[in-house]
Structure formats: structure tokens, C-alpha cells
């Protein structure tokens, strides 16, 4: 990943003829540093959500279902990649986890044809007053 913060991590997928594992993180992960919530999120093929900042909550983010991408931009005045923005497409064939640190924007569009679904393993419980909204990042 080119923004400072945001990680990739290459996820396993266990199948086997009843169905699927799908790892999504660990406690001693890269990423993880504390348990707020865990949820779900669709979108629909074409439709954009976001975009969102967090000041201290920190993101990860899987998509087991679907092909969603991401967009990223980077404008903490203290970081060394500020002004950076990047694109990253998520799915079950290219299963990794996105670890979005606080501070960076963030956009997601649904990709696939029906259910593009993505899991949020979040640092804190969501808490209104630490995130902020924009049609595009400032």
C-alpha cells in the first residue's frame, strides 16, 4: 500500500465440500489492536458509500462476499504520504484484509452483480463523534 498506515494482508480460505473457512483476523494479527464491534455492510453494484474518516478508530476490513473497492486518500498533515490517494478491489478471489488507520478517508463501491458484502472488524464501538462525512475527501 503507498498511504502510510494502511496494510494488505493475505487472507486464507479454508474450502472443503460442506462449505468454506474464511479467516478474517486474529488477536495477535498486524492491525489488531483492540476489539470495538464487528459489522457488516452492503452495497449495491455501482453505488458508492462513503466518504468517511475516523480520528481514532481504526478499520478492518474484509470482503467475503462480492467484489467491493476501495478508495483511499491521504490528507493527515503529520503523515509522509499525505495528498496520497489509492485504489484497492477486495473479494473472495483476492482475499486480504485492508487495515485503514484513523485519520484517512475512505470510500467503498460495490463491484459485482447482487450481494457485495464487507465485514468491519473496528478498534472501538462506533461513536458519531469521532467520524466525519463528505460527499469527497477534503
Known amino acids: 500500500m503507498k498511504i502510510d498506515g494502511c496494510k494488505l494482508t493475505l487472507l486464507s480460505i479454508f474450502p472443503s465440500e460442506k462449505g468454506s473457512v474464511m479467516h478474517a483476523i486474529r488477536c495477535s494479527d498486524e492491525g489488531f489492536s483492540a476489539f470495538g ?21 481504526t478499520l ?4 467475503p462476499v462480492g467484489r467491493i473497492r476501495f478508495r483511499l486518500h491521504d490528507d493527515r498533515n503529520d503523515s509522509p504520504t499525505h495528498g496520497t490517494s489509492e ?36 478498534d472501538l464501538p462506533h461513536d458519531p463523534t469521532e467520524v466525519e462525512s463528505a460527499d469527497e475527501p477534503i
Open 60 to 63: 478492518n476490513l474484509v470482503v
Open 87 to 122: 485504489e484497492v478491489e477486495l473479494s473472495p478471489e483476492n482475499y486480504q484484509r485492508l487495515t485503514v488507520p484513523p485519520g484517512v478517508w475512505v470510500a467503498f463501491e460495490g463491484m459485482a452483480d447482487g450481494v457485495n458484502l464487507l465485514l468491519n472488524i473496528a
Open 37 to 57: 464491534e464487528a459489522y457488516f455492510s452492503s452495497v449495491k453494484k455501482g453505488v458508492t458509500k462513503g466518504w468517511k474518516r475516523h480520528q481514532r478508530m
